[in-house]
């Protein structure tokens, strides 16, 4: 087994403390590749984004339950397979995926599994409510243009259109959004993660 070097293992011992820093080292060395192979399996990168993005949640969520530095890598494979494997099932379509590939990732994957993880859901529905209380809170034409802008995919240009304002107005209730936001999340979450969820 090769043998971790004493830099990545402070990051992991400071990671187990919550340090975010320690967190953005681990998120930048595994993000791309989970993302990939959330790709490989579904085949839709918006969907991909959405499991990669809950992966590094719930891994920063759970973070007290891994034991190792390796359980990092296992725990975002193991999470990302299980989502993937979902969707493919609801699509319906998992016996397209049956290939000898796949099984010969799900073998490898598989190896990696620490099965001594569980996933307590609890904690993410708790964020999520507070996230959703964090919009709702927003002033109200302030949380209108986030809306439009995160959720409804406008573009400022047509925001400004349709409510019939200036873009640069547009864009100041999207910064003032945006510092709200940081500003109420921040005691729950590492800023990587923030800028993904606010991206």
């Known amino acids: 087994m090769i043998n971790k ?3 990545e293992l402070l990051h ?4 187990k403390k919550g340090n975010e820093k320690a967190f953005e080292y681990f ?3 595994y993000h791309d590749n989970i993302l990939g192979f959330c790709i490989q399996f579904i ?8 499991i990669t993005q809950e992966a590094f949640l719930n891994l920063w969520i759970k973070k007290e339950t891994i034991n190792k530095v390796e359980g990092i890598e296992s725990f975002l494979y193991t999470f990302a397979k299980s989502k993937c494997l979902n969707v493919i099932r609801h699509k319906k379509v998992k016996d397209r995926y049956k290939s000898k590939t796949l099984n010969e990732k799900e073998r490898e994957l598989d190896y990696q599994i620490l099965k001594s993880i569980k ?3 609890l904690a993410l529905i708790e964020l999520e409510e507070l996230i959703s209380k964090s919009i709702e809170n927003l002033p109200e034409k302030t949380r209108a243009i986030f809306i439009k802008k ?15 304002i200036s873009l640069k107005t547009v864009e100041a209730h999207m910064t003032k959004a945006l510092k709200i936001l940081k500003t109420n999340l921040s005691p729950y979450l590492p800023l990587v993660l923030i800028h993904m969820f606010l991206q």
Do not use: C
């Open 12 to 15: 992991f011992t400071n990671f």
């Open 119 to 121: 996933f307590d859901s």
């Open 43 to 50: 085949y839709d990168k918006p969907e991909a984004k959405g």
């Open 5 to 7: 070097s004493k830099a």
């Open 150 to 164: 995160r959720f409804e995919n406008k573009r400022n240009y047509e925001i400004a259109e349709e409510l019939n």
């Open 27 to 29: 998120f930048n060395k």
